[in-house]
């Protein structure tokens, strides 16, 4: 009797010091979660994402964190298995209670996480460009839409300054990002007056290493006697195989330029780039930019990560805007509830690092310059071309016919992320 | 001539030379002169290379063709490449190599030291691929009169590729000075294409006669748009006898193409055959022979690909840079004794205990690889690391036909044989290839006659594990090396060795490269991912058929 006494006051007491610590640890700090792949095909690009959110958040900190309250990330591993994202994120917003998510990157992990932070009233912050036709009243898009660096590279490529290109080739990874990117492009290809057998459109599985066919399908086609160009859309660790393939088979950027939408400076610091100068990438940051704002950032990131070797991205940028908006949105709302700081999200302005404005608009999406630059020997991008201003992100294609007609806005009278018409009339 | 006085002979020798030296002082006096007016312009065209807009630099780079000076060469070139750079002080132009902190700058007119800069003093000239294109075209031209024959040949390649308007007049005089043969058949086919468009219809049939002896695909669609019909209906080419000739050329030239578009796929399908091969080879033994299932396969060809990276890091910070490409020959061993290591290793812990139990010990050779891809990433990190493909294995060797094969998958298929050929005559001929043909044939009998199976199973898996290394430093040339290397290469492994049949090297072999071929035939029909499920189905099928593979091991009945 009295050892059974004993033992249930012994787990009384550990059961009502952990439910305080608990507690106390939750009114403490503020907390952030991290999704992104640390282990898998997709590493290679997120790893670096889950850092600049770790130094993000030491900044953060630095200046007296936020309501007074010190921020802490979580972080947490989905290792490139897209059902594992939808696991993790649930278990983020219900057992860790975080405040706001910022990760993933492939589209199909996104469309994986969707219906949980739809059905937990969650907030993520999704910093890579990806292929539009979504706007979620839970999602904050910080990277391009098609229109803000896949059409725009496609112009280019077709004016006289990009090389006249008259025949194309859409390369990408098989699944949804790449399917409705492409999708897009040939709508719009068509719309510019390009005939069908001019354009030839190839998908490979994840992690694919065996490029010699599609390379010599690529020189083949380029053979016709008009310029071609490749427009990858190709993701993940696959991309290096496919340029090693390319540059072993002698493809020279100035006869077929490839472009790409997936490979920035943190892709290229693991290839031999010398055989890869000359070819493309789209983004909205190159961290070759010389601009003020820039230089102090990479300062202060190579300071942070304690190795002068590590690069600063476009999805790096796109979180650094994200957090900074977000940030701001919870200081002015005076709290961290996810509906209060969504409201405060409207309008928030933050510096691009390459100069200017980005202003996150009521489609959840932000306006951000684009630049198509083109890769040097030492792995950074060289601008060859950018717009004058900044372009506002757009969800719905206007080059599919049914997305031309849905407009996404969260705010009075719309508050609808597809609708045609707004859901509040005002008669 | 009769011989003259000695003093004389001497005398008219010396007023001879004399005069010849006063002429050539003469000459050297006013090449100067002649040499500062060019100078000029060369130098303004150089510092024109500086300019902001592309428009300036591609105007800049057409005059320079114009000059025709040769020491414009390096300058074009040093542009092209990313090594012209404007000193912001003066905003002249200059060529910098990197040295450390600094940049060793040289004039690019005269190849004289310009001194040095930090990279704060100078602001790189950037070229885009337009303007690479067009400096191609124009290195070519000025290169085509040099002594130097590679050059010659690298310079007729380049005016063929990017010809510009004067470019048929100056690939005519290179012809009629050419002395070598091969660069001279390059220079009439060029030729050839451009007078494709000339206005005599003699010299176009005459064009149409030298290009139908080739099979490139490029020249093939140059003269089909010969037939294809202008906006107004009238044909291009207007000469309807030259139309018939084009029409005849582009069949035969497309029945030879399609000859090597097989030859082509052929080729991939062996290459690829011979990557399954290297990595199922192993597994074909540690399956074969101890019907283990053994799902750390794949982790032992990653150990083997992480062993490269290792050996070439010790060779980039030991060995002089000429013998680093060798690190491969010396990865070779150590991939082997690595892999095997961890082959006796798994053997002893773990499978030792697990003998016939075959769902056990596949659940737990699962652990293991589980085991070893986090220990890989939990030492080298997550993120792939880059193995560079040594000199020797870089590039293409092009076949015609549009058809190249790179040298790197050349030397698989050769390495391939090369294994599978030593482990054919290890197993013949040596006493432990004696006693593992034993303990596969009938564990029992060999136990009785004196063999220590035990003994012969652990060497034997660690004889598969380290065939998969080696196999690992092969594939590290042309895959990832990440800690999930294993895993893209397991399920293909499998395949092979369920299909060729368990226990026997032939069937691998066989399987590997009917497989690999079937799948390349597949490719440009269905697609790289329909292909695979294809191939999927296919030995499903197959092996719903014949269960025991293509070459059923009789031996096996024995056991039953």
């Known amino acids: 009797m009295k050892s059974a006494i004993k033992t249930v006051a012994a787990v009384g007491a550990l059961a009502g010091s952990l439910a305080f610590s608990g507690m106390a640890h939750a009114a403490d700090t503020i907390k952030v979660g991290v999704l992104h792949s640390l282990s898998g095909t997709m590493a290679i690009s997120e790893t670096a994402l889950k850092d600049v959110m770790l130094f993000l958040i030491d900044e953060q900190n630095k200046k007296g964190g936020l309501l007074g309250k010190k921020i802490e990330p979580v972080v947490v591993d989905p290792a490139s298995d897209w059902p594992l994202f939808a696991e993790k994120a649930r278990e983020l917003i219900e057992k860790e209670k975080v405040d706001v998510v910022f ?63 008259e025949r194309w080739v859409l390369a990408g990874t098989d699944y949804v990002y790449p399917r409705t990117t492409n999708k897009i492009l040939e709508s719009f290809l068509k719309a510019k007056g390009v005939p069908a057998e001019d354009i030839m459109i190839n998908y490979t599985p994840f992690g694919h290493s065996d490029w010699q066919t599609i390379v010599s399908d690529i020189k083949s086609f380029a053979s016709a006697g008009k310029k071609t160009a490749v427009v990858s859309t190709v993701n993940g660790d696959a991309n290096v195989p496919f340029y090693k393939e390319l540059g072993n088979q002698g493809i020279k950027a100035e006869d077929i330029p490839v472009v790409a939408f997936s490979v920035g400076e943190e892709e290229l610091a693991g290839i031999d780039t010398g055989p890869l100068v000359g070819h493309l990438g789209a983004w909205n940051y190159f961290m070759s930019v010389d601009s003020p704002e820039n230089e102090a950032m990479i300062k202060k990131w190579h300071a942070f990560i304690g190795d002068d070797k590590r690069v600063f991205n476009d999805p790096m940028e796109a979180h650094y805007i994200g957090f900074t908006m977000w940030a701001q949105a919870v200081e002015q709302a005076g709290t961290t509830n ?3 700081v969504r409201q405060a999200m409207y309008g928030q302005t933050a510096p691009n690092l390459t100069g200017g404005i980005a202003e996150m608009n009521t489609n959840h999406h932000l306006s951000k310059p684009v630049l198509i630059g083109e890769i040097q020997d030492d792995g950074q991008f060289a601008t060859v071309w950018e717009t004058d201003g900044v372009v506002v992100g757009d969800a719905w294609s206007d080059f599919l016919p049914e997305s031309a007609k849905l407009t996404a806005d969260w705010t009075y009278p719309w508050v609808c992320g597809n609708c045609e018409k707004p859901k509040h009339l005002t008669n | 001539m009769s011989v003259t006085n000695n003093a004389d002979a001497s005398r008219m020798r010396t007023v001879f030379f004399s005069i010849l030296f006063v002429l050539l002082s003469l000459l050297a006096f006013s090449f100067p002169a002649h040499a500062q007016q060019n100078d000029a312009a060369l130098n303004a065209a150089l510092s024109d290379l500086n300019a902001r807009s592309f428009k300036a630099k591609t105007a800049a780079v057409q005059a320079l063709g114009v000059y025709g000076d040769a020491r414009a060469v390096a300058a074009l070139e040093a542009l092209s490449e990313g090594r012209l750079y404007g000193r912001k002080s003066d905003k002249s132009v200059v060529i910098a190599e990197r040295d450390g902190k600094i940049y060793r700058l040289t004039d690019p007119a005269t190849g004289v030291s310009a001194g040095e800069a930090t990279s704060r003093e100078l602001k790189k000239i950037i070229a885009n691929n337009k303007l690479r294109g067009l400096i191609r075209g124009v290195l070519g031209q000025l290169a085509l009169s040099s002594s130097d024959s590679e050059l010659r040949r690298a310079a007729v390649e380049n005016v063929i590729s990017s010809p510009t308007g004067g470019s048929l007049a100056l690939l005519k005089s290179a012809r009629d ?47 089909e748009r010969r037939l294809l019909k202008n906006a107004d209906g009238s044909f291009v080419e207007s000469d309807a006898q030259v139309r018939a000739e084009v029409q005849e050329a582009v069949s035969r030239i497309n029945d030879r193409l399609a000859l090597f578009g097989l030859a082509e796929d052929l080729i991939f399908g062996i290459s690829l055959g011979s990557v399954l091969l290297l990595a199922a080879i192993g597994l074909a033994v540690t399956f074969g022979v101890m019907g283990v299932i053994n799902m750390a396969h794949g982790e032992m060809i990653m150990l083997g690909a992480y062993t490269t990276f290792v050996v070439q890091e010790v060779f980039r910070v030991t060995m002089p840079a000429e013998a680093f490409g060798f690190y491969l020959l010396a990865a070779i ?51 792939n690391r880059e193995v560079a493909n040594p000199d020797w294995i870089s590039g293409a060797i092009s076949i015609g036909g549009g058809v190249s094969v790179t040298v790197s998958r050349v030397y698989i298929v050769i390495f391939c044989l090369v294994v599978v050929a030593a482990l054919a005559a290890f197993i013949r001929y040596s006493r432990f290839g004696l006693q593992m043909r034993a303990v596969t044939q009938n564990r029992g009998m060999a136990s009785a006659m004196g063999i220590r199976t035990g003994q012969v199973d652990a060497l034997t898996f660690a004889l598969g594990s380290g065939i998969a290394g080696v196999a690992g430093v092969a594939l590290s040339q042309i895959s990832n090396v ?65 269960p025991r593979g293509l070459f059923a091991f009789k031996g096996r009945a024995a056991e039953g």
């Open chain 2, 482 to 546: 990440s800690p999930n290397l294993g895993q893209n290469f397991i399920v293909d492994s499998f395949m092979v060795v369920v299909f060729g049949g368990v226990g026997s090297l032939w069937g691998t072999i066989v399987g590997a490269f009917g497989l690999g071929i079937v799948n390349k035939f597949l490719e440009p029909v269905s697609g790289a991912i329909l292909g695979k499920v294809v191939v999927l189905v296919i030995i499903i099928l197959f092996i719903q058929k014949r």
């Open chain 2, 333 to 383: 061993p150590a991939a082997f004794l690595v892999a095997a290591t961890f082959g006796i290793l798994i053997e002893r812990g773990c499978i030792r205990f697990l003998y016939g139990r075959p769902l056990e010990t596949l659940l737990a050779t699962w652990g293991v690889s589980l085991i070893l891809q986090q220990m890989v990433r939990s030492l080298f990190g997550a993120n």
């Open chain 2, 177 to 223: 000075r050419e002395t070598e043969d091969d660069i001279r058949a390059r220079l009439e086919t060029g030729i050839a294409t451009l007078e494709l468009g000339s206005d005599d219809p003699a010299l176009r049939r005459a064009a149409v006669d030298r290009l139908a002896d080739g099979n490139d695909p490029e020249i093939k669609s140059l003269l």
């Open chain 1, 338 to 340: 996810i509906d209060a």
């Open chain 1, 103 to 165: 990760g993933n990157w492939t589209s199909v992990s996104r469309k994986s996480v969707l219906p949980v932070f739809e059905e937990l009233n969650g907030m993520l912050f999704y910093p890579v460009q990806y292929e539009g036709e979504e706007s979620s009243r839970n999602i904050f898009y910080t990277g391009a839409a098609p229109n803000q660096q896949a059409i725009p590279a496609v112009e280019y490529l077709m004016s006289e300054e990009g090389g006249s290109v």
